[in-house]
T-cell receptor, first 112, second 114 residues
Framework: GESVGLHLPTLSVQEGDNSIINCAYS??????FIWYKQESGKGPQFIID?????DKRQGQRVTVLLNKTVKHLSLQIAATQPGDSAVYFC???????????FGQGTRLTINP | KAGVTQTPRYLIKTRGQQVTLSCSPI?????VSWYQQTPGQGLQFLFE???????NKGNFPGRFSGRQFSNSRSEMNVSTLELGDSALYLC?????????????FGQGTRLTVV
């Protein structure tokens, strides 16, 4: 069915450590995946995306991994900073139109 | 360039009333999507417009409607408001409507129904 799930609702990490946020998706036909960051009182902010013909994509301090065999998506944040504290959502796009299906989100907390 | 602009930022309405929310996409973007965000249901897709045509609709009752104008600005309307309609309503714009183009979100409109 149309659902994107996250393994953990909360994640706490020490400042400077690497963070890994996981996501499982259910629709094997999904061809586009996005990670969003949402800070309190703001709309979701695009972090990084990946298409189904790729298994890894890197950005500035972030890496997204896609494992289509087990329908798993992960976001890795290197050297986590206080400004990374937020709720992170994975989303998948089903089909050829702008219709995102979001996971429930993981709240990332950075400990000093 | 300016981002996605949603107005108003906050609204308080009474049950049974109707409300209209506005979204101005990024200049040049022709696809506009609307989402409802609540603590219980998370982010849920409402509908998407491209070139003034509704291309996709989520699983919401007919009380939720929208439209897009020739300048790509979009409005959504909720009639006969219910308490459960209290939510953050988010608009996203995209350059393309292919489903593989980055969607940029606005700050949202916080609707409270009392």
């Amino acid at each position: 069915g149309e659902s994107v799930g996250l393994h953990l609702p909360t994640l706490s990490v020490q400042e400077g450590d690497n963070s890994i946020i996981n996501c499982a998706y259910s629709n094997s036909a999904s061809d586009y995946f996005i990670w969003y960051k949402q800070e309190s009182g703001k709309g979701p902010q695009f972090i990084i995306d990946i298409r189904s013909n790729m298994d890894k994509r890197q950005g500035q301090r972030v890496t997204v991994l896609l494992n289509k065999t087990v329908k798993h998506l992960s976001l890795q944040i290197a050297a986590t900073q206080p400004g990374d504290s937020a709720v992170y959502f994975c989303a998948e796009n089903l089909g050829g139109a702008q219709k995102l299906v979001f996971g429930q989100g993981t709240r990332l907390t950075i400990n000093p | 360039k300016a981002g996605v602009t949603q107005t108003p930022r906050y609204l308080i309405k009474t049950r049974g009333q109707q409300v209209t929310l506005s979204c101005s996409p990024i200049s040049g973007h022709r696809s506009v999507s609307w989402y409802q965000q609540t603590p219980g249901q998370g982010l849920q897709f409402l509908f998407e417009y491209f070139s003034e045509t509704q291309r996709n609709k989520g699983n919401f009752p007919g009380r939720f409607s929208g439209r897009q104008f020739s300048n790509s600005r979009s409005e959504m309307n909720v009639s006969t408001l219910e308490l459960g309609d209290s939510a953050l309503y988010l608009c996203a714009s995209s350059l393309e409507a292919t489903g593989q183009a980055e969607a940029f979100f606005g700050q949202g409109t916080r609707l409270t129904v009392v």
